[in-house]
């Protein structure tokens, strides 16, 4: 359902109007109008999202625009986020997701306005669909996180060591996901392994409790480093590369759902797998788990065409060493992108899982390994 936009797009949201709505929504049902709206609720984070019940003409009613709509968009400059995060975002709802068939958002606009440096889509407002947002501190069932991964699978399948990456493909301009990234999209982490900056988290109630070898900043450096090598290696596909529960829901219907695609890349598909599955778990849960979830993962990349995917034994070495992605971005994570209660909360979970799979030896084997 979604168009996309040489619309010109309001940068600050009290430039929203009827008007504007209009325009942006008739670019995909011709005819739509929206006669009048009130803002319902804002979320700020790497992202603004504007709630808005809107009310709208028959022609938009009936081609299913729903009287509850959200705007999301760079309405918060003083987040200095990447531009690129919004941009592909639009270019996954205009150019993706129509043709992966996942359980994501209905969009029904979306567009860039680069000379504002401004990108927006809006999506339906999934309480509409009675959708259930998952949340930090309600960790997922087995059946849950099955289906998660159904849909994980499905992503995974459709890209895995796809031709589109190659020069004249369609995803030959997407990122190439690192734990630090060499060029500007690593400057952030690079910031919080700064001294300060690290000796701050680290003073934080999310780090305080960390086991100390992983409070140790050059430890995670050398992490980082082998990690970035490991991921260099083997499969790559399309990655969401931030598949954690507060980007997931279940509709009403109690089916997997994907939200907020600002990063996707192209990367090894155990960083989806092990970032999903070591925040998404109880600790308990995680440790008796992980193998038979991991192995489901499998079996599902084989239904969906995979026709060599990895072994079990294989995978889980993967997901040994892929813990100190999550480890690390958990620990220095800005409260202004997480609460600290959702920091606090996520951050032991990649801790234990790294004690109980031994990730410093798969570190120190990477290392060794890449010379």
């Known amino acids: 359902m979604t168009a996309g936009s040489s619309l010109r797009l309001p940068a600050r949201p009290e430039e929203i109007t009827a008007e504007w709505l209009t325009s942006a929504l008739s670019q995909t049902v011709p005819g739509a109008a929206v006669l009048d709206f009130e803002q319902d609720e804002a979320w700020y984070g790497t ?9 709208l003409n028959d022609t938009a009613r009936n081609a299913g625009i729903p009287a509850s709509i959200v705007v999301k968009g760079r309405f918060a400059p003083e987040l200095q986020i990447t531009e690129s995060l919004y941009e592909a975002e639009v270019k996954f709802y205009r150019d993706l997701a129509p043709k992966l068939g996942l359980n994501v958002p209905l969009c029904l606009f979306a567009g860039s306005d680069p000379l504002r440096g401004q990108h927006i889509v809006i999506l339906e407002d999934l309480a509409c669909r009675g959708a259930t947002f998952c949340r930090v501190h309600n960790p997922l069932t087995f059946a849950q ?10 992503l995974h399948a459709a890209y895995w060591n796809s031709p589109e990456f190659e020069p004249g493909g369609s995803l030959q301009d997407i990122p190439f996901w690192d734990a630090v990234s060499p060029g500007a999209g690593g400057d952030h982490a ?3 392994l700064q001294p300060d900056a690290w000796e701050q988290h680290m003073n934080l109630p999310r780090g305080i409790g960390l086991p ?9 450096i050398r992490a980082l480093d082998a990690l970035n090598a490991f991921g260099r290696r083997g499969d790559f596909t399309l990655l969401h590369a931030d598949h954690h529960l507060g980007n997931l829901y279940l509709d009403g219907q109690g089916r997997a759902g994907v939200l907020d695609w600002q990063s996707p890349a192209k990367g090894a598909w155990s960083h989806d797998l092990t970032y999903f599955l070591v925040s998404a778990l109880d600790i308990e849960d995680r440790r008796n788990w992980d193998r038979a979830l991991v192995g489901h993962y499998i079996n599902r990349l084989r239904d969906c065409g995979v026709v060599r995917p990895p072994s079990l034994d294989e995978a889980m070495e993967a997901f040994r060493i892929q813990i100190v992605d999550g480890l690390f971005y958990w620990a220095v994570n800005p409260v ?4 600290e209660l959702n920091n606090c909360a996520v951050a032991p979970r990649f801790a234990i899982a790294a004690l109980d799979h031994d990730t410093a030896g798969a570190v120190e084997a990477e290392l060794k390994t890449a010379g």
């Open 47 to 55: 992202a603004t999202k504007l709630k808005l019940r809107v009310e």
């Open 145 to 154: 996180a099955s289906s998660f991964l159904d849909n994980m699978a499905r």
């Open 190 to 192: 690079r910031r919080q």
């Open 212 to 220: 100390q070898r992983f409070r140790d900043r050059d430890w995670m």
């Open 336 to 339: 202004e992108w997480q609460e």
